[in-house]
Structures are given as C-alpha cells and as structure tokens.
C-alpha cells in the first residue's frame, strides 16, 4: 500500500469516529416509555381556595417535573398558582373559561406530560329543608351552591346529632378522640362515591356509607351520612373532606371543611 493511501485511509477512519462522536453530542433523551399521570384528573375547587394535585412518572431516571397553569409555568393571578410540589391556588374570581388546564410536564424530557382540568367555581348560601333516606328531618340546611353545576360537587357539610343533620357554611368541629356523624350535599353524591379526609391517613377513621345512608334534600340535592373516629393523637387543624367517583375519576373537596381541635378545648 502507497504511503498516499494509507494517509486517505487514516484521514477517513478519523471523520467516521469524528462523525460518530457529534452524534453522540448532539444526542437527546427519548420519550418513548416515559408515563405521567396527574391526580385527580377533574376537581372543583371554589376561587382563592388551595388544592393538592400529584404526579405519578413511570420510564424516567428522573421523577422531576415542571407544573403549569393554564398553559403558564408557576401559573398567574388569572388562572391560579401552583407550585414546583403541585400545590394549586384558585385565582380570586373565576377565570374566562371557568376550566383551567392543569399540566405536569417531565424535566427529563419536555414532550412528556399529562393533565388535569381545574374547574374554578363561585359559592353562594341557602337554606333548605332536607330529608334523607332514613327518615330524618333536617332543619336549617346552609347548602353552599356553586355558580356551576358540576358533576361532582361538595354544596355543604355538617354534623347529625341524633335524628337532626345540618351543614355550616365553615363545615365541621372535631375534637381529639372525638367521633361525628358527617352530613354532605352535594352532586353527585350517590352510592358508589368513596368519602375521605386529607392529611395523615391515620388522624381520621372513615366509616364508607351504606346505600341506606344516601338521600336527597326536598329539591332534589343528593345527600349522605357517614361516620369518621379522630385519633386522641391527631394533629389539630383543617382537613378537606373529599369525595369520589372512582368510576369516573372525578374528585370533589370542601377545602378545610374539617376543623381537629385539641381535646379539653
């Protein structure tokens, strides 16, 4: 071999390994198998109340994710705030449109995300006669109605005291060791729908109603009663009391419905 040929070869193996090595600079990450999930994926959360949504991300060596507003990393005081840590803030006054896009998008690769759909809603009071489904007269009904109707959503809750069940518009006191028949009425609130307290899972026992629990006000408004024990340890302060669809996803809560008060308050 020609010592001119032998240079032609070298010169070229090096633009091959050069040639290699640029693709290997210029490479991205893929989103193939990377998953999201946003949790809940529906939730009606009236305006300036806060709201907890989660992320699952399957796929990734990185479980970090950036969340979005209405289409606006961090949010703004048009359609909410929330956090790196998905903590959600309602705007003061619903926002045009009412639904607000919830998004958490992976930092590992920017084409992966999933979304949630935030519907901001007004309340306003009245009082209703309710009936339930086993026989109770309930007085002095303060329902909380939104400006929407979706389709699942908390208008009240309160406390029954032997045959006699209200709501309050500030929602229910506990103490420390205590236990409380809670009364809801809402939309949507039928057999089927799982009820739930946030925070440490282990504050609050909840007791699932039966199907003779479940009723309705005299216009119509579906009801429930359903039994929760408080740990003599549990951690004094609001909760939410939430309720479920798990046929259809969708979750409503009363932000800061549950008051836990220290016993011997």
Same mark, same amino acid.
């Given at each position: ?7 032609? &070869? ?136 939104? =400006? ?64 003779? =629990? ?24 609001? &909760? ?24 011997? =308050?």
């Amino acid at each position: 071999m020609s010592r001119a040929n032998l240079i032609t &070869r070298v010169f070229l193996g090096l633009v091959v390994v050069l040639s290699l090595m640029a693709a290997g600079c210029a490479w991205t990450p893929s989103s193939a198998g990377i998953v999201l999930t946003v949790t809940p994926a529906t939730a009606y959360i009236p305006v300036s109340s806060s709201f907890q949504f989660g992320v699952t991300v399957s796929g990734s060596p990185n479980s970090l994710v950036v969340w979005s507003a209405g289409g606006v990393v961090g949010g703004n005081a048009t359609v909410g705030f929330i956090s790196s840590t998905g903590f959600y803030r309602a705007p003061a006054n619903v926002p045009s449109p009412a639904k607000v896009t919830i998004t958490a998008t992976s930092q590992y690769d920017a084409v992966s995300s999933s979304s949630a759909t935030a519907t901001i809603v007004n309340q306003t009071s009245g009082a209703h006669t309710v009936q339930v489904a086993s026989g109770q007269t309930v007085m002095n009904i303060n329902v909380v109605v939104p =400006q929407l109707t979706p389709t699942l959503t908390i208008y009240g809750a309160g406390t029954c005291v032997g045959s006699t069940c209200s709501t309050s518009a500030t929602g229910v006191q506990v103490t420390q060791g205590g236990t409380a028949t809670i009364f809801l009425v809402g939309n949507g609130v039928v057999a089927g729908t799982v009820y739930s307290i946030s925070g440490n899972s282990t504050d609050v026992t909840v007791a699932q109603p039966a199907g003779s =629990q479940f009723g309705q006000t005299t216009n119509g408004t579906p009801s429930v009663t359903f039994n929760i024990s408080v740990s003599a340890t549990a951690a004094p302060g609001l &909760r939410n009391i939430m309720v479920s669809n798990p046929a259809t996803g969708e979750l409503s809560a009363f932000v800061g419905g549950l008051l836990i008060v220290p016993s011997g =308050q």
